[in-house]
C-alpha cells in the first residue's frame, strides 16, 4: 500500500518495464486486503442483492476517481500531489497530503491491530492445546488472565524496534510476498464454504439468507475502503512500459477487483450462514471469529498473514514520517533532528499501543477511514481536480480553487476578470477590440490547456451540464457514506458494540 519510489533523474527506460497485467496485479495486490475479512460478515447484514449493487457502484465510482488521477497525470509527475499542486494551487497540495497522512496512520494503526489480534489467536492457540483456558476474549479488556492488553504490552519492544528501522529493503521484498497471504484467505473462504455447504449447515439455514436491507453505512465505508489504490496508483502505473495503457491498467484492476470482492462476500457469507461465533460475548466481526481457538485452519492463514502485517507496519509507519518530516522540517530537507525522530517514533507506538488497549476494534478503524479519509481521497479532491481542469473558467470551480489559492498575482486577478467579464463584454466591442479581446481569452485557455495532458476529445465527447450533474451525484454519494458511516461509528460505541 506504500506505492514505489523512483528516482526522478534516472532515465524513464531503467523503471519502465512492468508490462501492462504486471502493473495490474501491482495494483491489485495494493487493493485487495484485510478489508475481505469484514465483507462475508457485511454481506449476511446487509442482504446479498443490497451488497452486490453497493459493492459495484462503489467499485465504479471508486475507479472513476483513480482513474482522474492517472488521467491527469504528466509525463514530468510522479505523485497526485504534484498534479494537484498543478491544477488546483499549493493549498489543495498541502490539503491532501494531510488527509492522505491522516489515511495511512489509520491504516498503519489497523495493520498494528490485525498484528495484535493474530499474535493473541497464536498464542491461545498454543496454550489451548497446552490443556489451558486461563484467557481472556478477544473483546474483554482484562488484566486478570491472559489477554490482547498482555498481548499489546509484551509486543510494544517488538513494534517499536521495526519503527526505528532505516534500510527498509529486506521489509519490502517480504512485503511483496503478501500476494500469497490474499491468495490463502481466498482459499480459506472457499473451504469454510465448501465446508458449511458438506456439513449441511448452509442447507439448514438457507431460508434465513436476508436479500435487502437499507443498513448500507458499514459496508459503504468499508467498500470505499477496500477500493482505494488512489494514493499509489501513480507511481505503480510510472513503471508501466506502455504509458499510454495507464489507464486501462486502472479500469482492469477494478474489473477483477470488483468481481475478487463479490466472491469473497457471496462465498464467504454463505460459508458462514448458520455458524455460531466462538466469541465469548457471541459476536463475530470477522470471518476467523465461527473458528474455535484450536482450529488449525484458520491459523495457518493467520501465520502467513501476520508476517506480511509485520513488514508492512514499519513501512507505513515511515510513509507517514516522511509525509510529516517534508511539511515540518522542508528548509532541511525533510530530514528531521534525530531527538525528533526517536520522540514521534515513541509517540506513534504509544499512539497504536493505547488505542488497541482501550479496546478499539479494527471493525472501527475501516470505518473511521473508509467514511472519513475516503470521502475526501475517493470522492471530493478528484471531482473538484477533474472539473477544474475541464471547466476552468466556470465561475463556482473558480472559486472553489481559491478557497485554496492565494491570488497574489495582479496579473491572475486580471486574467480571472477576463474570463469573468469575457461574455457580459464581447457586445459592446468593435470588431478589432473584439478579435483582440477574443485572442487573449483564448490564449489564456491556451495556456491553461497546455498545463495538463490533452482533454479536447473528453471535454467535448459530453456536455458538461451532464458531467458537473455525474459529478454533483458522485460528491452525494461520498457524502452520505461519510454521514452515514461516521453515524455508524459513533453508534457502535454508543451501544458498546467497539470491540
Known sequence: MGGVEIDRNQDPSTYQTNSLMSTVFSLLNSMIGGTMLFLPLYFNQTGIITSIIIMIIMGIVSMKGCDIYVQHLKKNEFDIQETLGRIMGNRWRMFFIVISTIYMILVTLLYYSFSIEMVYSLITFIMTHSGSKNYADKADV??????????????????????????????????????????????????????????????????????????????????????????????????????????????????????????????????????????????????????????????????????????????????????????????????????????????????????????VSPNTLVDINGAFSCFFIVYLIPSFMHLACYHGSNKFLRSIRKTFVRQSSSEMQRQENLLDNEQESVNYLDSEQEKSFQNEANGFRAQQAYSCNSHTEDIKSVPKTIRLSIYAAILIVGFAIFIYGMYSVIKNAIDGDSN
Open 142 to 359: 482484562s488484566y486478570s488472565q491472559f489477554s490482547i492488553q498482555y498481548t499489546v504490552l509484551a509486543t510494544i519492544p517488538i513494534f517499536l524496534g521495526l519503527l526505528f528501522l532505516k534500510k527498509l529493503g529486506f521489509m519490502i521484498k517480504i512485503a511483496e510476498l503478501g500476494v500469497y497471504a490474499i491468495y490463502s484467505y481466498v482459499i480459506f473462504i472457499f473451504y469454510t464454504f465448501i465446508s458449511n455447504l458438506t456439513s449441511g449447515t448452509l442447507q439448514e439455514n438457507i431460508s434465513d439468507v436476508k436479500l435487502w436491507s437499507f443498513d448500507v453505512g458499514t459496508l459503504a465505508s468499508t467498500a470505499s475502503l477496500a477500493y482505494q489504490i488512489h494514493t499509489n496508483a501513480c507511481p505503480m502505473v510510472k513503471c508501466n512500459k506502455d504509458q499510454s495503457k495507464n489507464r486501462l491498467a486502472v479500469k482492469i484492476t477494478y474489473a477483477m477487483g470488483i468481481t475478487i470482492y463479490l466472491i469473497i462476500g457471496l462465498i464467504g457469507g454463505l460459508g458462514v450462514l448458520g455458524r455460531v461465533s466462538q466469541r465469548k460475548d457471541g459476536k463475530a466481526h470477522n470471518i476467523n471469529d465461527y473458528f474455535a481457538d484450536d482450529a488449525w485452519q484458520p491459523l495457518i492463514v493467520e501465520i502467513l498473514y501476520l508476517i506480511h502485517l509485520v513488514s508492512m507496519y514499519p513501512i507505513l509507519a515511515n510513509i507517514c514520517r516522511v509525509r510529516v518530516f517534508e511539511i515540518v522540517f522542508k528548509n532541511n530537507g525533510g530530514v528531521p533532528p534525530q531527538w525528533v525522530f526517536v520522540c514521534v517514533n515513541i509517540f506513534f507506538i504509544m499512539i497504536c499501543s493505547g488505542v488497541k488497549l482501550i479496546g
